[in-house]
């Protein structure tokens, strides 16, 4: 009879999950632990390289619960593939497919002559940003599609690969079905990438704040997070379309993430 691949077929373990990783294969990086709560590892399995996210607080596991019912909907090239979850003696366990490429908000030291991803990503030629950006946008007409409403998407959830110039996306733990009333004030996430209504408790969070969200992810890699028209990188017709999506009042802003990505699109065909 056939045994059960240690990281693929298992349901359950009855040991914590370093030494399991340990027991089974290497564990060959540890990442610095989430604000959420979170722990992380690279490990080698039978050759192949996997990410391991782990919880053991109650808060953080019904977040990687909730990634399991979003990767279950969602499906997209740029996505890692959650390939299984199980429990620990003491948590919650996702395996995914390892990715290569660089966080633009990197989980490690930097030597003392690299740049920044980010300001990396962010000097590269526009055109490049751009197709770049078009696969966030890509991915994120699926998430609408699949009737999710995005939290806590940042900088720091993007890979990129700079020698294959291939993006991916990860961590969707904060992935809500749509839409939802914010109960808690402060929503997680970077202020840098979110809404007005993020901030007050009671208000609706819905399309158009991830169409707000979408638009500052455009100055934020093509203007190295600046709102000057002067940093852009873009034509004036993308500079006009990540303003509007932008706007405070969000009856003012593209009313779906379709609607902004058809206009983004528009916008693009002149650059």
Request: with cysteine; hydrophobic share 40%; aromatic share 14%.
């Amino acid at each position: 009879m056939p045994t059960q691949h240690p990281l693929l077929e298992i349901s359950e373990i009855n040991t914590n999950i370093e030494a399991y990783l340990k027991q089974i294969g290497e564990l060959t990086y540890r990442f610095p632990e989430h604000d959420s709560g979170c722990q992380s590892f690279r490990a080698v399995v039978d050759n192949q390289r996997w990410f391991i996210k782990y919880s053991s607080t109650p808060q953080s596991i019904k977040w990687l619960k909730q990634a399991v019912h979003f990767h279950a909907s969602v499906q997209h090239e740029a996505l890692p593939r959650l390939h299984n979850a199980f429990f620990t003696l003491d948590g919650f366990v996702l395996v995914y497919n390892w990715v290569d490429g660089e966080g633009l908000r990197p989980e490690r030291e930097l030597g003392p002559d690299e740049i920044y991803p980010r300001d990396r990503f962010c000097a590269l030629p526009a055109a490049e940003i751009i197709d770049a950006l078009n696969v966030i946008y890509d991915v994120h007409i699926l998430i609408e599609k699949r009737g999710f409403i995005a939290e806590d998407f940042y900088d720091g959830c993007i890979i990129y690969d700079f020698e294959k110039k291939q993006m991916h996306l990860y961590d969707f733990d904060h992935y809500h079905p749509a839409p939802f009333v914010n109960d808690r004030g402060r929503l997680y996430g970077s202020t840098r990438f979110m809404a007005p209504e993020e901030f007050q408790k009671g208000a609706r969070i819905d399309e158009r704040t991830n169409v707000f969200m979408l638009g500052r992810t455009a100055f934020v890699l093509l203007a190295n997070s600046s709102d000057a028209r002067d940093d852009w990188k873009g034509n004036d017709a993308m500079w006009h379309v990540a303003k509007k999506a932008t706007q405070p009042d969000k009856q003012f802003r593209y009313q779906s993430v379709q609607e902004f990505v058809s206009a983004w699109h528009t916008a693009i065909a002149d650059f």
